[in-house]
């Protein structure tokens, strides 16, 4: 599967932005979707991530409540809704995919495909 997010900007903090990440070329439902974003001289960190048929989510403590992924497996996309934005959300947003489990995200921080990220940056 191949992965082209698509969303990012410059936003003001407070303000809401959706990313969005558009599959190809695989059995969208096979596979777990998440995302992962990483800022300027920080390690690759876990945002979120939703099961195969969208039954389950899971968030980072930093983004709980604030943040949304959602699924639509007839359209091949996955979502990450982002509102109440922060300066320390500035990153770059990488879309991920992997057919293992929710756990790969989660506990490993790592998954087989990736996205080439957009970027989004929060203006104080």
């Known amino acids: 599967v191949q992965l082209q997010a698509s969303g990012g900007g410059l936003v003001q903090a407070g303000g809401s932005l959706r990313l969005s990440c558009a599959a190809s070329?695989?059995?969208?439902?096979?596979?777990?979707m998440g995302w992962f974003r990483q800022a300027p001289g920080k390690e690759r960190e876990f945002v979120a991530v939703?099961?195969?048929?969208?039954?389950?989510?899971y968030y980072a403590a930093s983004v709980e409540g604030r943040f949304t992924i959602s699924r639509d497996n007839a359209a091949n996309m996955v979502y990450l809704q982002m509102n109440s934005l922060k300066p320390e959300d500035t990153a770059v947003y990488y879309c991920?995919?992997?057919?293992?489990?929710?756990?790969?995200?989660?506990?490993?921080?790592?998954?087989?495909?990736w996205g080439q990220g957009t970027l989004v940056t929060v203006s104080s």
């Open positions: 991920a995919a992997d057919d293992r489990s929710v756990a790969v995200f989660t506990i490993s921080n790592e998954a087989e495909v």
């Open positions: 070329g695989g059995t969208f439902s096979n596979y777990v």
């Open positions: 939703i099961s195969w048929r969208g039954e389950s989510a």
